[in-house]
């Protein structure tokens, strides 16, 4: 796998038209678009394909399910039908598709939101052992690949913890990535550099505004990149 399969670019906007465009700018860049509520809702299923036939080559459909059994099952039927090649559903959920056949598309369990903090798990009412995101992060793992999931979505602040749990095979994936490395002006709170979170353990990170509200995206796609490799160098250390 090389940096730039590593880095995964979300489709946070709302049409087709748009995601497409995005694919065209970003395909040589990017490893994996990321196709999340907001695009999935506006645009429908037929995205899928639309984007494919733009140039991505790879695709994660991100609608982190979280329903009854049998909704779950028949939704995770139909995006693997869609030929996605990843798909998250929330971890402590994951047990739902034990021995489902999803084909080639891997499914990871979305553990604890990257905009979550203490506080917000607090008020939340979780018990005070598990108001650390750490600690329910490590829980919600632990039920997401005993269910047979092939990793799971954490923040980079959890990915070193979560490689020595998983060990070297499972997918980890962090959103809530931020070139500054510092949270502010939006709604992430567990915030780490590219290459932190990747020397850390992150097989993948997924980064979306710090691309595409940037001046010059692809030139910020880049940077991603080049800072995965960095991270891939000092995890080799
Ligand atoms: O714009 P930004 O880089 O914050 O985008 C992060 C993306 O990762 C969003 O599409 C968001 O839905 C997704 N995500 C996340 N935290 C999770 C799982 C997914 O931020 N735990």
Redesign the pocket.
């Known amino acids: 796998m090389t940096a730039r399969d590593r880095l995964i670019f979300?489709l946070?906007v709302d049409s087709a038209a748009e995601a497409e465009s995005l694919v065209r700018l970003l395909g040589p860049e990017v490893g994996v678009f990321?196709v999340?509520?907001e695009l999935f809702i506006s645009a429908g299923p037929a995205v899928i394909s639309r984007l494919k036939n733009a140039g991505a080559r790879a695709i994660f459909l991100?609608l982190?399910l979280h329903d009854i059994p049998a909704t779950m099952r028949g939704a995770a039927r139909a995006a693997a039908g869609l030929g996605v090649d990843l798909m998250?559903c929330h971890a402590e959920q994951a047990k739902i598709f034990d021995g489902m056949d999803l084909g080639s598309t891997k499914l990871l369990g979305?553990?604890?939101?990257?905009?979550l903090g203490p506080g917000d798990l607090a008020a939340l009412g979780y018990p005070p052992e598990l108001q650390d995101p750490q600690a329910l992060v490590m829980k919600r793992a632990g039920l997401a690949l005993a269910a047979g999931c092939h990793g799971v979505?954490?923040?980079g602040k959890e990915a070193a913890a979560m490689r020595a749990l998983l060990g070297p095979e499972a997918l980890i994936v962090c959103?809530?990535?931020?070139l500054a490395g510092e949270a502010g002006g939006?709604?992430?709170k567990r915030v780490m550099t590219p290459d932190k979170a990747v020397a850390a353990g992150a097989s993948h990170i997924?980064?979306?505004?710090?691309i595409?509200s940037a001046p010059d995206p692809v030139a910020a796609a880049r940077q991603v990149v080049a800072g995965i490799e960095l991270g891939l160098q000092n995890s080799d250390d």
Do not use: E, M
């Open positions: 979300a946070d990321k999340g509520l991100d982190k998250t979305v553990t604890v939101l990257t905009s979505v954490c923040s959103p809530g990535i931020r939006d709604d992430q997924v980064v979306g505004r710090p595409r």
